[in-house]
T-cell receptor
C-alpha cells in the first residue's frame, strides 16, 4: 500500500509569509496526526484528527497554526504568519485504529525554513 | 503521560547484537511500549510494540520485565544500515485517554564496519 505522503518536502519562506503543508494519509486510515521537531528539540505532538474531526489539538503552539481535514481524507497545516521559531520538520502520521496496537505510519516530513 | 529515558548514543560493530534499554518508571496500566527507528530525512518507522514479557518479529525483539518500568530493544546481528535513531515510546494504548506519542531524545546507534 502507498505510505503517508507529505508535500512539499522542503519549503523556505520569509518571516510573515504563509505556508501550507499537506499530508495524504494511507487510504482507509481514519486517524491522522501532525508532529514537528524544531531545531535541537524532540519530536512533539501537534494534533490528532479522527476522520474530519479534531480529536486532540492540545499540542498546537498558537493560533498562527490552523489544521484542517475536510472530508476526512488529506489534511493541511497552515502557518500564518510564519515566524522564525516555526522552522523545523513537520511530520504527519496515520493509523487505522486508535491506540498503539497497530502502530503509526509516518511520512518523510516537510522541512520548513523561515528566514 | 509516561516519560522515557534512554542512552543518547551507542556504538556497535557489524554482526553484533545490540540491546538498547529504556526506562519508563511512570508507565500507566493502559500504556503500550513501542519502538521506532528513524533515518535522516525520513519519518520515524514502527519497529515493534509490546505490553509485557517478550515480543519478537522479523526485525527485533522486545523484552519487558514484569514491573514494566523498563524495556529492552534487541537488534540481532546489526549491519551498517541499522545506523539510525531509535525511540522508545510509551502511551496511547487501546482505550487509553490519549493517542499522543511522546518522543524522547532517542538513542543514536552508530554501527561501524
Amino acid at each position: 500500500e502507498a505510505g503517508v505522503t507529505q508535500f512539499p518536502s522542503h519549503s523556505v519562506i520569509e518571516k510573515g509569509q504563509t505556508v501550507t503543508l499537506r499530508c495524504d494519509p494511507i487510504s482507509g486510515h481514519d486517524n491522522l496526526y501532525w508532529y514537528r521537531r524544531v531545531m535541537g528539540k524532540e519530536i512533539k505532538f501537534l494534533l490528532h484528527f479522527v476522520k474530519e474531526s479534531k480529536q486532540d489539538e492540545s499540542g498546537m503552539p498558537n493560533n498562527r497554526f490552523l489544521a484542517e481535514r475536510t472530508g476526512g481524507t488529506y489534511s493541511t497545516l497552515k502557518v500564518q504568519p510564519a515566524e522564525l521559531e516555526d522552522s523545523g520538520v513537520y511530520f504527519c502520521a496515520s493509523s487505522r485504529f486508535r491506540g498503539e496496537n497497530y502502530g503509526y505510519t509516518f511520512g518523510s516530513g516537510t522541512r520548513l525554513t523561515v528566514v | 503521560l509516561a516519560k522515557t529515558t534512554q542512552p543518547i548514543s551507542m556504538d556497535s560493530y557489524e554482526g553484533q547484537e545490540v540491546n538498547i534499554t529504556c526506562s519508563h518508571n511512570n508507565i500507566a496500566t493502559n500504556d503500550y511500549i513501542t519502538w521506532y527507528q528513524q533515518f535522516p530525512s525520513q519519518g520515524p518507522r514502527f519497529i515493534i510494540q509490546g505490553y509485557k514479557t517478550k515480543v519478537t518479529n522479523e526485525v527485533a525483539s522486545l523484552f519487558i520485565p514484569a514491573d514494566r518500568k523498563s524495556s529492552t530493544l534487541s537488534l540481532p546481528r546489526v549491519s551498517l544500515s541499522d545506523t539510525a535513531v531509535y525511540y522508545c515510546l510509551v502511551g496511547g494504548g487501546y482505550g487509553g485517554a490519549t493517542n499522543k506519542l511522546i518522543f524522547g531524545t532517542g538513542t543514536l546507534l552508530a554501527v561501524q564496519p
